[in-house]
């Protein structure tokens, strides 16, 4: 699996869809702009603790979310660091430490234990699925939504693959 292309996707999706949540008419949409906040700041805390088991240190939140929601700047600048952060970690990794197992507990205080690749796969497959979510928000905000598949990504990186 090529992480660090699926990273870098990841990072183009985000910024792609922080874009059109600037959009969004706050006064008149005040509910989708907020929740569009709500799922990135779940989206960043998942990351941030995903990131602390990958570093073995402890984590830095006890919930995957919050009560009140960081500005929509914190939120953006903090997306764009851990996908920064994730970028350089899957480019400087070797293969054969993707499958080292590691052990922690979730925020529910239940144990777990997945390989790092797994992890990665995680936090991959956790951004579309909320970055989803957020498109209907957009939607009913009536602001369009980019497309954010991984196929529009790589025929916009790599345009050689449209040739016939």
């Known amino acids: 699996m090529d992480f660090e292309k699926l ?13 059109a949540i600037a959009q969004i008419d706050v006064a008149q949409y005040s ?3 907020n929740f569009a906040k709500q799922q990135f ?9 995903f990131r602390s088991r990958l570093e073995n240190k402890k ?3 006890s919930q995957t979310n919050t009560e009140v929601l ?12 851990s996908d920064v952060w994730f970028i350089g970690f899957v480019k400087q990794i070797e293969s054969n430490q993707l499958a080292k197992i590691i052990h922690f507990q979730f925020i529910d ?5 997945l390989s790092v690749e797994e992890m990665l796969f995680h ?3 956790h951004g579309t699925y909320h970055r989803g979510n957020i498109a209907h928000a957009l939607h009913h905000a009536q602001v369009a939504h980019p497309a954010d598949t991984y196929t529009v990504f790589i025929h916009q990186h790599e345009p050689e693959r449209r040739a016939v």
């Not at 205080?109 to 234990?113: I, Q, R, V």
């Open 41 to 49: 700041n779940h989206m960043i805390i998942v990351e941030e603790l």
């Open 31 to 33: 509910d989708d702009y």
């Open 7 to 19: 990273f870098l996707y990841k990072q183009w999706s985000d910024r792609r869809l922080f874009e």
């Open 123 to 125: 936090i991959i497959n």
């Open 59 to 61: 984590a830095l939140h």
């Open 70 to 81: 960081p500005t929509f700047d914190e939120l953006q600048q903090r997306i764009e660091r």
């Open 109 to 113: 205080k239940k144990t777990g234990s």
